[in-house]
């Protein structure tokens, strides 16, 4: 029972020490290099990422088929900026930007 409680403060007191720097903006630079790599392995940039992520957010109708050509769209142009696309380079200063 005491090495629960144990536990449970330290996790408490963990917690609370990773909340306080994520509100007063100490983790944005791990955050910004942990979204990077996360991107990059997944074969994208954030140009790519936001540009795929706007076009697939805003549905144009309810058909199924206008939603599957709209998602085909969407990763087509967010290829042509990402990793090994047309405008690779475009989307890696878009990205640097962002």
Do not use: C, H
Request: proline share 0%.
């Amino acid at each position: 029972m005491g090495n629960e409680i144990l536990v449970i403060v330290v996790f408490t007191i963990l917690a609370l020490g990773v909340g306080f720097a994520w509100v007063g903006g100490y983790l944005d630079k791990y955050q910004s290099q942990a979204q990077a790599k996360a991107l990059d392995a997944m074969g994208e940039n954030k140009a790519s990422y936001g540009l795929k992520s706007t076009l697939k957010g805003q549905r144009i109708g309810n058909d199924e088929n206008i939603n599957n050509l709209q998602d085909n769209v969407s990763d087509q142009a967010g290829g042509l900026v990402g990793k090994g696309g047309i405008a690779e380079v475009v989307g890696g200063g878009l990205s640097k930007g962002l």
